[in-house]
């Protein structure tokens, strides 16, 4: 996708919305919840679309939308920093009674909200099934320090969940 925006430019942008538009709702939701989600997954596709000129072809499309993606959301993340404070806090005052497997997986996302943002890209990635050498590549690190960060992220995750469970 080069050069000024045409039906070849918007076929390809289909083309790729259609095979990772999963992947940026997931990526949205990791980042985000509520109406926030939303703008979130906007912004999202809205990055992809502007950036995928400068696509070159030098990795897969997919590593590409990955990296494009994941620094959106990281810059989102920044600007929405004081009122993600607000949410979160609102989301430990909430006490839920019976949680059932919606409220489980909203409860692992809240908690993977609350990892540093770096963290948090590297858990969403791994759950998307990326391999550490696509990781490291996506976010220019090496792969034994995707590893690790991900080993340290999981045991966090699981304290938090088990805090969580604890309430």
Request: proline share 2%.
């Amino acid at each position: 996708m080069r050069g000024a925006v045409g039906s070849e430019d918007e076929a390809q942008f289909e083309l790729w919305m259609a095979e990772h538009l999963g992947v940026l709702h997931r990526i949205a939701r990791a980042f985000a919840y509520g109406a926030n989600r939303q703008d979130l997954m906007q912004e999202l596709m809205l990055a992809v679309w502007r950036a995928a000129p400068k696509f070159r072809g030098d990795s897969a499309a997919s590593t590409f939308i990955f990296r494009v993606a994941h620094n959106c959301a990281l810059t989102w993340r920044r600007g929405e920093a004081r009122l993600r404070r607000r949410q979160i806090e609102y989301e430990r005052l909430r006490v839920d009674d019976a949680p059932d497997e919606d409220a489980l997986l909203e409860a692992l996302y809240a908690a993977i909200r609350e990892l540093e943002p770096l963290d948090r890209s590297l858990m969403v990635l791994s759950l998307e099934g990326i391999s550490y050498g696509q990781i490291a590549a996506i976010h220019g690190l090496s792969e034994s320090n995707v590893g690790a960060r991900l080993t340290r992220a999981r045991r966090k995750l699981g304290s938090m969940m088990e805090a969580k469970n604890e309430l």
